[in-house]
């Protein structure tokens, strides 16, 4: 399956819980964390809505932590300046289930370790997340019960733009990470035991702008409480590689 026809709505269809948010919808941010204010072209995005149907708005609240709406072409993208910039959601309760998927069309232009995406203010310091991260080297999935597994693709130099895709479960185990419609890892390593957590969600940097900045954009990202199915996966690869620019 490829991205003609596809929106990642069909992915909440039947009431799964997560957050989908698109910079290509310019209509669905503003400037201001309160709503007010439409976002457009080189201005910054204080508030972006969540187009699953989940209602799980991300936004920030400080203005100097506010990412940037870019446009490249036909491209939409947030830019991240990997200093403190972040967006953050009202804590989403996935306690319900212990499986995850997460996609994103994301590019690092730093060398830091920076985050894309975290559940919880720290993966580390938190049972039930999981955390979409960078190097200056590589991509990294991981997923965490009360142990952590780390999924790596390694040899994607900064700078570096990806459509990025893992899916966990905790008590499978499982962890499957995919960078530009190829798996990189395939884990079975146990992540110990539960349910993913009642966390906000992190986008852009850890801990709503305190540490591990994304230097670099953010094309789209998608987060869902189950393991998508692989003519899924296709379907949402297909779709942030036509969102981001890259060929698979």
Known sequence: ?????????????????????????????????????????????????????????????????????????????????????????????????????????????????????????????????????ATSTLWRYSSKGTSIVNGSATGYNSPNTSVLSGTSDISAPQLTFRVDGSEEASLTTSQGSGNYGNYALNIGSRDNGASLPLSGHIYGLVVRDTVSTADEIASIESYMATKSGVTL
């Open 1 to 133: 399956m490829g991205s003609r026809g596809f929106s990642p709505s069909t992915l909440f269809a039947n009431g799964e819980e997560g957050a989908w948010y698109d910079p290509s919808n310019l209509s669905s941010m503003k400037q201001n964390s309160d709503g007010t204010v439409d976002a457009a072209v080189d201005s910054p995005v204080g508030y972006i809505e969540d187009q699953s149907g989940n209602d799980n708005t991300a936004i920030q609240a400080t203005s100097d932590k506010r990412p940037t709406l870019r446009q490249s072409g036909s491209l939409y993208y947030l830019e991240f300046d990997g200093a403190n910039d972040c967006l953050v959601t009202s804590a989403i309760d996935f306690t319900g289930g212990d499986q995850m998927s997460v996609f994103s069309g994301a590019r690092k232009t730093g060398t830091s370790s920076q985050v894309v995406a975290e559940l919880s203010a720290s993966i580390s310091g938190n049972a039930g997340t999981f955390r979409l991260f």
